[in-house]
């Protein structure tokens, strides 16, 4: 979700003293409209050219707090490598985790069809997917670092029970910043906005939108949560 998707992991970071890297994890599993299936597309298949590799596919990956095994689609767009660029981290891996086989091909074939055809298989195999099924999003964000002199690995789980609830949160936040702000503010939410400000804006609202602190990463956390990775 561009703005959220880069808020959050620099909000993280900035609560330790030095951060070595960065791993997202970003779980939507919900109908789409056609203009959000064009925002999805924009970030999963128009990245900017990369200087390394991406990492493959991993399928039937359990992830913790996450109901299902995913499918990890790595991925890199502009807001992705602003905020690598803005904490300045060696290493960052950012991955859609995708739960259901619908959208999974959708992704597969969009890329050779034509532009209007690509966001309307995104859109129908969303809806299969979740057809019967209730919708979730999970964002897990994990950083490694080092605070007060002591290595450290903080993981931030959000949850919420739509991508419509999320959206509608996440733009009431910004809007309320942005009618206490000084002066016009234009550009990537992750560069330009009061974060601090941001976060205490959108934790106080009351969407059933949850978000938890760990001192441990993923490893750990799917330990905790019945999985193992």
Not at 151 to 165: C, D, K
Request: hydrophobic share 45%; with cysteine; charged share 20%.
């Amino acid at each position: 979700m561009p703005g959220l998707s880069g808020i959050l992991p620099v909000w993280l970071a900035r609560k330790l003293g030095r951060v070595d890297a960065l791993h997202c994890w970003f779980g939507v599993f919900d109908r789409f409209t056609p203009g959000g299936a064009e925002d999805y597309l924009e970030g999963v298949l128009r990245t900017p050219a990369s200087q390394h590799t991406l990492p493959r596919r991993q399928s039937n990956v359990i992830l913790p707090f996450f109901p299902r095994p995913v499918l990890l689609q790595p991925y890199e767009d502009e807001e992705s490598l602003r905020v690598t660029e803005q904490l300045a981290l060696r290493y960052s891996r950012w991955y859609l985790a995708l739960d259901g086989e619908h959208l999974a091909r959708a992704l597969e074939t969009a890329r050779v069809l034509p532009r209007e055809a690509a966001i309307q298989a995104v859109v129908e195999g969303a809806t299969l997917d979740v057809a019967g099924r209730h919708a979730w999003v999970n964002f897990l964000i994990q950083v490694d670092g080092v605070r007060q002199g002591t290595s450290t690995t903080l993981t931030l789980l959000l949850r919420a029970p739509g991508i419509a609830q999320l959206t509608a949160a996440c733009a009431a936040a910004c809007a309320k910043w942005l009618l206490k702000s000084p002066e016009l503010v234009l550009g990537l939410a992750a560069e330009c906005i009061d974060i601090e400000a941001f976060m205490l804006l959108f934790c106080q609202e009351q969407t059933g939108i949850d978000i938890e602190l760990f001192d441990r990463g993923i490893e750990h956390l799917n330990e905790m949560s019945g999985g193992a990775l």
